[in-house]
C-alpha cells in the first residue's frame, strides 16, 4: 500500500506527489479532520501511539481496524 498526501478544496483534489507506476490501482480517499500537513509524521513512533491509544476502550485496536477495512471493502463491492 502507498500513501500520498493531498488536500482536498472546492470539489479538486491536488497530490502532492503522483506514485511513478505502469499498474492501474484502486483508490481510498480519506478526509482527516485536522490537515495532514500537520500531523508530525516523522516524530511519530511506537512510543507516542501507544500514549495516544492508552485510553482506547475497544477490546483490540488491529480488530478493529480490520472490521472497518472489511465493511468499506464490502460497501465497495456492493
Known amino acids: ?8 478544496f472546492n470539489g479538486q483534489i ?3 506527489k ?3 507506476t505502469d499498474k492501474t ?3 481510498s480517499i480519506s478526509f482527516l ?3 495532514f500537513s500537520s500531523l508530525r509524521l516523522e516524530a511519530f513512533g511506537f512510543l507516542e501511539s501507544q500514549e495516544l491509544l492508552k485510553n482506547y476502550k475497544a ?3 488491529a480488530d478493529e481496524v480490520i472490521k472497518e477495512r472489511r465493511s468499506s471493502l464490502l460497501t465497495i463491492l456492493l
Not at 1 to 8: A, F, N, P, W
Open 33 to 35: 479532520e485536522e490537515p
Open 1 to 8: 500500500m502507498t500513501i500520498v498526501s493531498g488536500k482536498y
Open 59 to 61: 477490546p483490540s485496536f
Open 25 to 27: 490501482f484502486s483508490v
Open 14 to 16: 491536488t497530490l502532492d
Open 18 to 20: 503522483f506514485p511513478v
